[in-house]
C-alpha cells in the first residue's frame, strides 16, 4: 500500500547545528502533518501544513522551526538551530483530505539526537 | 493538560480473551475519533476510526465504542491473537489528531 518514507531514521546532531528532516508523503496526498515524541513521552503534534501554507501549529513548533514542501518535492521539518531539548523522534504524516475526511497516514519516525 | 488520555498504561489478556482498551478526552469539540496500532521502531498505523456522530463500529474483530456524553470511547478486540501484541494509541480531533500516551498490550497464548 502507499507509503510515507522518512529520511534518514536516526540523525546525530551538535546542539547549535541545523538540522533537515526530510519526509517523502504519498504521492496525491495534499496535507502533511509532523509530530514530535520525546522518549516515554506521548506524541504530540507540531504543525500541518496545506498548499504551501502552515494551517495550524502548537506551541511545540518553535521559532527556530520551519517547515517547506518545495515544488512538490520531499516535505521537510527543518530546526534551526537545535536544541538538546529537540532531541525526540519526529513523525511525518499526509493525507489526502483534511480533518475527519482521512486520518494521516504516518512514516516510521526519524530519531533526533542533540548533542 | 493532558487532552487525550489513555488510563492504562498496559494491558494482558490471555488468547483466544476480549481486549478492552480506554480512552478519555476532554474537548467536546473533538468530532473524530481514532485507534492506531504501533510496533516498535514501525509507524502507527491507522486500525479504526469513527465520527461523532456514530455511537459504534465494528470491524472485523475490532469494534470501537463511543460514549459523547462521557468523553470516552473504546476499542474491543475479540479472539484476540498474540499478534495483537503492540501498542495502541487513541486519537482525537478534527483538523489534528491530538493522541494518548498508549496502551501496551500483551496477548499470552
Known amino acids: 500500500g502507499p507509503k510515507v518514507l522518512q529520511i534518514p531514521s536516526h540523525q546525530i546532531i551538535d546542539m547549535g547545528q541545523m538540522v533537515t528532516l526530510n519526509c517523502d508523503p504519498v504521492s496525491n496526498h495534499l496535507y502533511f502533518y509532523w509530530y514530535k515524541q520525546i522518549l516515554g513521552q506521548q506524541m504530540e503534534f507540531l504543525v500541518n501544513f496545506y498548499n504551501g501554507k502552515v494551517m495550524e501549529k502548537s506551541k511545540l513548533f518553535k521559532d527556530q522551526f520551519s517547515v517547506e514542501r518545495p515544488d512538490g518535492s520531499y516535505f521537510t521539518l527543518k530546526i534551526q538551530p537545535t536544541a538538546l531539548e529537540d532531541s525526540a523522534v519526529y513523525f511525518c504524516?499526509?493525507?489526502?483530505?483534511?480533518?475527519?475526511?482521512?486520518?494521516?497516514?504516518f512514516g516510521e519516525g526519524t530519531r533526533l539526537s542533540v548533542l | 493538560g493532558q487532552q487525550v488520555k489513555q488510563s492504562s498504561p498496559s494491558l494482558t489478556v490471555q488468547e483466544g480473551g476480549i481486549s478492552i482498551l480506554n480512552c478519555d478526552y476532554e474537548?467536546?469539540?473533538?468530532?473524530?475519533f481514532a485507534w492506531y496500532k504501533k510496533y516498535p521502531d514501525n509507524s502507527p498505523t491507522l486500525l479504526i476510526s469513527v465520527r461523532s456522530n456514530v455511537d459504534k463500529r465494528e470491524d472485523g474483530r475490532l469494534t470501537v465504542f463511543l460514549n459523547k456524553s462521557g468523553k470516552h470511547f473504546s476499542l474491543h478486540i475479540t479472539a484476540s491473537q498474540p499478534e495483537d501484541t503492540a501498542v495502541y494509541l487513541c486519537?482525537?480531533?478534527?483538523?489534528?489528531?491530538?493522541f494518548g500516551g498508549g496502551t501496551r498490550l500483551t496477548v499470552r497464548p
Open positions: 486519537a482525537a480531533g478534527g483538523a489534528k489528531l491530538t
Open positions: 504524516a499526509s493525507s489526502l483530505a483534511f480533518g475527519t475526511n482521512q486520518a494521516p497516514l
Open positions: 474537548n467536546d469539540m473533538f468530532d473524530y
